[in-house]
């Protein structure tokens, strides 16, 4: 199932090649002449669930406010989130947050954080982000605007643990994101045989091909974020209208989750 998203940057819609996020050679792909509420509005008529705001780093609160606000209850919410503030995004209008650098520091699980922010806010209202990039042949977790790699695999047993803490995953290939070269499939697949929790993937979708295509290799269990590639975010390969209809019953090979 598709996804949407509203990824936010210096205040603007924008879309960016994720893995040089926090480089001086930042590669924008895209910025919007339109608001987050639009975008807001838009995912809101066409009752998508579950789409993602993320705040890629300062300055974006104001417009990240606005989006939840124009649709309550319809969005997650990522970005700075930690357990001093994710209370206020949830009364804001988040149905989740995306927490993952906060419950990690020094590249290792911070257990006592990640238990202390479910007890505040309830696992059925957070969402894991366990972003990564691959080393050799594992993937591992990234931390920091995706540049500090940690220790943790993303594997079964790490997903399996994790399912205890919140109600989904949200997971960027980091070494695709933003370049519209085609999905991580290995990644894809691994995730459709390893995730106990509803997941969403992000990285690399071109087409609509892309997107029948996490759903059969994900077993149906993994959802897709299309970004860069997306009519409405400047791109070619996908148009919105597209990924609305394939989320209508009957119109994706596999059906709704």
């Given at each position: 199932m598709f996804r949407p998203c509203i990824d936010l940057h210096e205040g603007k819609v924008k879309q960016i090649v994720g893995g040089t996020l926090g480089e001086a050679g930042l590669r924008t792909n895209f910025v919007s002449e339109k608001?987050?509420?639009?975008?807001?509005?838009?995912?809101?008529?066409?009752?998508?669930?579950?789409?993602?705001?993320?705040?890629?780093?300062?300055g974006n609160e104001t417009e990240a406010r606005a989006a939840l606000a124009a649709y309550p209850g319809g969005l997650h919410l990522g970005g700075g989130v930690n357990l001093a503030n994710a209370g206020e995004w949830l009364n804001a209008g988040a149905s989740h947050v995306i927490v993952t650098s906060w419950v990690?520091?020094?590249?290792?699980?911070?257990?006592?954080?990640?238990?202390?922010?479910?007890?505040?806010i309830g696992r059925d209202r957070l969402v894991l982000d366990l972003s990564c990039r691959k080393r050799g042949e594992k993937y591992f977790v990234v931390t920091d605007r995706?540049?500090?790699?940690?220790?943790?695999?993303?594997?079964?047993?790490?997903?399996?643990?994790?399912?205890?803490?919140?109600?989904?995953?949200?997971?960027?290939?980091?070494?695709?994101?933003?370049?519209?070269?085609g999905i991580d499939k290995e990644l894809v697949e691994k995730l459709g045989r390893w995730s106990p929790l509803p997941t969403t993937y992000a990285g690399g979708a071109n087409s609509l091909a892309?997107?029948?295509?996490?759903?059969?290799?994900?077993?149906?269990?993994?959802?897709?974020?299309?970004?860069?590639?997306?009519?409405?975010?400047?791109?070619?390969?996908?148009?919105?209208?597209?990924?609305?209809?394939?989320?209508?019953?009957?119109?994706s090979s596999l059906g709704a989750r």
């Amino acid at each position: 199932m598709f996804r949407p998203c509203i990824d936010l940057h210096e205040g603007k819609v924008k879309q960016i090649v994720g893995g040089t996020l926090g480089e001086a050679g930042l590669r924008t792909n895209f910025v919007s002449e339109k608001s987050a509420v639009w975008f807001a509005e838009l995912y809101r008529r066409d009752c998508l669930q579950g789409g993602h705001v993320i705040q890629l780093g300062a300055g974006n609160e104001t417009e990240a406010r606005a989006a939840l606000a124009a649709y309550p209850g319809g969005l997650h919410l990522g970005g700075g989130v930690n357990l001093a503030n994710a209370g206020e995004w949830l009364n804001a209008g988040a149905s989740h947050v995306i927490v993952t650098s906060w419950v990690f520091r020094e590249g290792r699980v911070d257990w006592t954080r990640l238990k202390e922010l479910v007890k505040t806010i309830g696992r059925d209202r957070l969402v894991l982000d366990l972003s990564c990039r691959k080393r050799g042949e594992k993937y591992f977790v990234v931390t920091d605007r995706w540049q500090n790699f940690t220790n943790l695999e993303v594997a079964e047993e790490t997903l399996q643990t994790f399912s205890s803490y919140c109600a989904e995953f949200l997971i960027h290939a980091v070494d695709v994101e933003g370049l519209c070269r085609g999905i991580d499939k290995e990644l894809v697949e691994k995730l459709g045989r390893w995730s106990p929790l509803p997941t969403t993937y992000a990285g690399g979708a071109n087409s609509l091909a892309d997107l029948a295509a996490v759903t059969q290799l994900g077993g149906g269990k993994i959802d897709l974020t299309i970004g860069s590639a997306l009519d409405i975010f400047g791109g070619q390969g996908v148009t919105y209208a597209e990924c609305v209809n394939f989320n209508r019953p009957g119109k994706s090979s596999l059906g709704a989750r």
